[in-house]
């Protein structure tokens, strides 16, 4: 096994394929996330997708786990449940001695998987290790279909925000302060960030928070982060009715512009 030093990215990234590539029924291996929008940092996690045959998503789990326990202990596996792509298969793996940071999160998908999770415009520009029948290719998005969908997003942000945003100020009126709090950034923040994700980074619409320092106008990130810090109860008053002003607004802006 080796040292805390010598455990890298790339080694573990390495002794997958040397583990993975023989295998008649994997297809391809590929890194994205933060590799995948030049954004790599000491702090980034190993996000790698494998594709296998149908049948053999439980073997390709053993085959990974054992080539990682080659390299040192697995601390910790995380299995994901309920995701909402077909065919997909994700766990979290931590090994013993490496950075916190370095978590490999992969997502083992059948061949017949409609999502590769390839569409550069949503993902990025995926690194492959290999990719042996060079058939393993994102799906075309369908522009029409996502500018249906941001219109019918759109559509329910506004019907959601009218209907339920007033809950803030019902608990700010009871002296919940918790709860209102707790509303206030899931409904009205999240509204505001939703409405500036369509306008801004449509192709990550659904991404919620995630890339968000990344994707928005600068000084968009720091007026949304001004609303995000409340001290007080008075400042969540104020800023509440602030944020309740500005999805207003940049709802009124999109719905003109779309």
């Known amino acids: 096994m080796l040292s805390k030093e010598k455990l890298t990215r790339n080694t573990m990234i390495k002794t997958l394929i040397d583990a993975l590539e023989p295998l008649d029924y ?5 890194e994205g996330g933060a590799i995948a929008f030049n954004r790599l940092d000491k702090w980034s996690d190993i996000d790698l997708y494998l594709v296998v045959d149908d049948d053999k ?3 390709a789990f053993v085959v990974v786990e054992t080539a990682l326990k080659s390299l040192s202990p697995i601390e910790q596996k995380y299995e994901v449940q309920q995701l909402p792509w077909p065919g997909v298969s994700q766990a979290f793996y931590k090994l013993k001695g490496t950075s916190d940071y370095l978590l490999i999160d992969l997502a083992v998908l059948k061949l017949s998987a409609p999502e590769k999770f390839l569409e550069p415009r949503v993902h990025g520009e995926a690194t492959f290790s290999f990719n042996k029948s060079g058939n393993v290719k994102a799906a075309t998005l369908d522009t029409d ?3 249906k969908t941001l ?3 759109l ?7 009218d209907m339920f945003n007033i809950f803030v100020q019902k608990e700010i009126n009871r002296g919940n302060f918790i709860e209102a709090l707790s509303l206030y950034y899931t409904l009205t923040l999240g509204s505001v960030v939703d409405a500036l994700r369509i306008k801004y980074s449509p192709f990550h619409h659904d991404f919620k928070t995630r890339y968000i320092q990344y994707e928005l106008p600068q000084k968009i990130t720091k007026k949304l982060e001004g609303l995000y810090f409340v001290r007080d109860e008075k400042d969540l008053v104020e800023k509440y009715r602030k944020a309740t002003e500005w999805f207003n ?3 009124k802006e999109t719905e003109g512009e779309r």
Do not use: G
Request: overall charge negative.
């Open 249 to 251: 607004e940049i709802l």
């Open 26 to 30: 994997v297809h391809a291996f590929y």
């Open 145 to 147: 279909a996502l500018a």
């Open 57 to 59: 998503i439980d073997d």
């Open 151 to 153: 219109d019918n997003r």
């Open 155 to 161: 559509a329910r942000l506004k019907d959601r925000f």
